[in-house]
């Protein structure tokens, strides 16, 4: 069982900044990818930035240039830090990984409980 703890969320005011982190624990061989989705009441939940275990990312237009996604592999862990919040950003974050827990065993998907982000204006 892999658990997922995400931390960092909070109320900011527009313009400031918070960093998520997401820290993977359990019982895991390899991570190939972790990620950070949102969704706001009445709407669906989407990748907001995505990372693989080589660094490769991606990030959802309505967040590129103001959020960074960035891991630390060996401590099994993703951040995300959000410059320049704006009131729409206002939604819960949920922490994504897939990962195996043996050379040989099948990729799983996993979800945190979600952090609170709120941006006033």
């Known amino acids: 069982q892999v658990q997922l703890v995400e931390s960092g969320g909070g109320l900011v005011q527009a313009g400031g900044s918070l960093k998520l982190a997401c820290a993977a624990s359990?019982?895991?061989?390899?991570?190939?990818?972790m990620g950070w989705y949102r969704q706001a009441p009445g709407k669906q939940r989407e990748l907001v930035a995505g990372?693989?275990?080589?660094?490769?990312?991606n990030y959802a237009d309505s967040v590129k240039g103001r959020f960074t996604i960035s891991r630390d592999n060996a401590k099994n862990t993703v951040y995300l830090q959000m410059n320049s919040l704006k009131p729409e950003d206002t939604a819960v974050y949920y922490c994504?990984?897939?990962?195996?827990?043996?050379?040989?065993?099948?990729?799983?998907?996993?979800w945190g409980q979600g952090t609170q982000v709120t941006v006033s204006s």
């Open positions: 994504n990984s897939a990962s195996t827990s043996g050379p040989a065993g099948p990729l799983r998907i996993y």
């Open positions: 359990g019982s895991i061989f390899s991570i190939n990818a």
């Open positions: 990372i693989t275990s080589g660094g490769s990312t």
